[in-house]
């Protein structure tokens, strides 16, 4: 198994373009999310997806989109980047059992919006 | 909605004294409970896990953690630090219905001098 996989591992963006940011497992879980982490802040939800054809938003959504077509992927659009969503993004994603509430997380994406 | 406060953002220990690091939630019913580390540059790894039961937890790379209902604290130990120790440790509580959201502390930064 690869767990949870991220790419890319660094990105460059420059004010205004877009770009996806891929995450997929390979465990079956159901549950997937996106969280950005900025210094002292932890890590805050994005979005997240309880099953394939089904998301909702996090704690902090906005300029942010996601799908989920399959149970394995679930990407992060971003519009239209901004300064402000610099930050390393981790993807993460947990099975359905209720004795399995931990939540595995992948590499993480660093990304730097100039 | 929960929360977590993890009142040290940074903690200097030296190599072979113990540690201990705090951590207070605030939710509602039972919480299921973590502990993650994140070495420079990588993603999170599980540490250890609280959901029911006996409330003092074992986990990998010889820490344990403490629950304690009546204080709403989850305080992680470890009798004798290495100098590998030195990382960013996160709480985390998650939600005991729905699907499981998790809400991060801003984490302690762990740094080990010789």
């Known amino acids: 198994n690869a767990g949870v996989t991220q790419t890319p591992k660094f990105q460059v963006l420059k004010t205004g373009q877009s770009m996806t940011l891929q995450c997929a497992q390979d465990m079956n879980h159901e549950y997937m999310s996106w969280y950005r982490q900025d210094p002292g802040m932890g890590l805050r939800l994005i979005h997240y997806?309880?099953?394939?054809?089904?998301?909702d938003q996090g704690e902090v959504p906005n300029g942010y989109n996601v799908s989920r077509s399959t149970t394995e992927d679930f990407p992060l659009r971003l519009l239209s980047a901004a300064p402000s969503q610099t930050s390393v993004y981790f993807c993460a994603s947990r099975g359905g059992q209720t004795n399995s509430y931990e939540q595995y997380f992948g590499p993480g994406t660093r990304l730097t919006v100039t | 909605a929960q929360s977590v406060t993890q009142p040290d953002i940074h903690i200097t220990v030296s190599e072979g004294a113990s540690l201990e690091l705090r951590c207070n939630y605030s939710?509602?019913?039972?919480?299921?409970l973590f502990w993650y580390v994140q070495s420079p540059g990588q993603g999170l790894q599980l540490l250890l896990k609280y959901f029911s039961g006996d409330t003092l937890v074992q986990g990998i790379k010889g820490f344990e953690a403490e629950f304690k209902r009546s204080q709403s604290s989850f305080n992680l130990r470890k009798p004798s630090v290495h100098w590998s120790d030195a990382a960013e440790y996160f709480c985390a509580v998650g939600e005991s219905g729905g699907w499981g959201k998790f809400q991060f502390g801003a984490g302690t930064q762990v740094v080990v001098t010789p």
């Open positions: 939710y509602g019913a039972t919480p299921y």
């Open positions: 997806s309880v099953g394939a054809g089904i998301t």
